[in-house]
């Protein structure tokens, strides 16, 4: 049986990865909008509960600044899924162990499945619906892959 440090010998210096302040700030980072997320999905009351004024002004804005006027309220519900998931797969990218990045395209849908699973069995106000799932996941994998293309990019060039 090899000890640990064998093991990290034998898969390379990409097995583990210092713990620098930026590598913490990234995990704290990612707490934290892990946090936000679970509370915006798993909180009893949808989000835009009460607030339809609100969204109806933004789709008015959205419409003058020439977004088309078919844009409506499931396609700002759904760009919202997006955009909420995309810091989450950034951060998933940038804590995640350079041979292990690829993970990342594993856990954000098994983890937006789980929070509409969720919705669907505990909260009765809420609906669960495999469309967020593919919503979120979109956005997860594009945050995801901005950072591993910079990251990349980063790691190619030449120091000086």
Do not use: C
């Given at each position: 049986?090899?000890?640990?440090?064998a093991?990290?010998?034998?898969?390379?210096?990409?097995?583990?990865?210092?713990?620098t302040?930026?590598?913490?700030?990234?995990?704290?980072?990612?707490?934290?909008?892990?946090?936000?997320?679970?509370l915006?999905?798993?909180?009893?009351?949808?989000?835009?509960a009460?607030?339809?004024?609100?969204?109806?002004?933004?789709?008015?804005?959205?419409?003058?600044?020439?977004?088309?006027?078919?844009?409506?309220?499931?396609?700002?519900?759904?760009?919202?899924?997006?955009?909420?998931?995309?810091?989450?797969?950034?951060?998933?990218?940038?804590?995640?162990?350079?041979?292990?990045?690829?993970?990342?395209?594993?856990?954000?849908p098994?983890?937006?499945?789980?929070?509409?699973?969720?919705?669907?069995?505990?909260?009765?106000?809420?609906?669960?619906?495999?469309?967020?799932?593919?919503?979120?996941?979109?956005?997860g994998?594009?945050?995801?892959?901005?950072?591993?293309?910079v990251?990349?990019?980063?790691?190619?060039?030449?120091?000086?």
């Amino acid at each position: 049986m090899l000890t640990l440090s064998a093991r990290r010998a034998a898969v390379g210096a990409n097995y583990a990865m210092p713990m620098t302040s930026s590598r913490r700030a990234s995990i704290a980072g990612l707490f934290g909008v892990l946090g936000i997320i679970l509370l915006a999905t798993l909180s009893p009351t949808p989000v835009d509960a009460g607030r339809g004024a609100w969204v109806d002004a933004a789709l008015v804005v959205l419409h003058r600044v020439g977004v088309p006027g078919a844009f409506g309220y499931r396609e700002l519900e759904m760009s919202a899924n997006v955009a909420m998931f995309v810091p989450l797969g950034a951060l998933l990218a940038l804590v995640l162990v350079p041979g292990w990045r690829w993970f990342g395209y594993v856990i954000v849908p098994l983890l937006s499945a789980g929070i509409e699973l969720g919705q669907w069995l505990f909260l009765s106000r809420r609906d669960g619906a495999v469309s967020d799932i593919v919503t979120n996941t979109i956005g997860g994998w594009i945050g995801l892959s901005l950072v591993i293309v910079v990251l990349r990019f980063r790691s190619r060039k030449p120091r000086r």
